[in-house]
């Protein structure tokens, strides 16, 4: 079992940034590939970014392309998320997810592990 704990949420204005935690224990951490999603009032989760196990291979989703950075310290089994020009539609409940796979997949289906998530609101 893996177990994920998100942090660093919080209410910001738009043009703010923020930078997102998520813990791991359970498991070693470099064995997993590490995923961020987020899931806005009344709409799916849907997939922002992943890790690869190493840290030096990122895949994101078209729409927040140039604006988020996923990294990772395997010394702290911690990944991040680095959000920056926070704005209104990027409200929600930020999620990271652990993979076992070696595919950088954005499919929820694929991750075998969540966490509680984190609320994000961005006011303008």
């Known amino acids: 079992q893996v177990q994920l704990v998100e942090s660093g949420g919080g209410s910001v204005q738009a043009g703010d940034s923020l930078r997102l935690s998520c813990a791991a224990s359970g498991r070693t951490f470099s064995s997993l590939l590490m995923g961020w999603f987020r899931q806005a009032p009344g709409k799916e989760r849907e997939f922002v970014g992943i890790?690869?196990?190493?840290?030096?291979?990122?895949r994101y989703a078209d729409s927040v392309k140039g604006r988020f950075t996923i990294s990772r310290d395997n010394a702290k089994n911690t990944v991040y998320l680095q959000i920056n020009s926070l704005n209104p539609e990027d409200t929600g409940v930020y999620y990271c997810?652990?993979?076992?796979?070696?595919?950088?997949?954005?499919?929820?289906?694929?991750?075998?592990?969540w966490g509680q998530g984190t609320q994000v609101t961005v006011s303008s």
């Open positions: 890790i690869n196990r190493s840290g030096d291979s990122t």
């Open positions: 997810a652990a993979r076992l796979g070696v595919r950088l997949t954005s499919l929820p289906r694929e991750y075998d592990y």
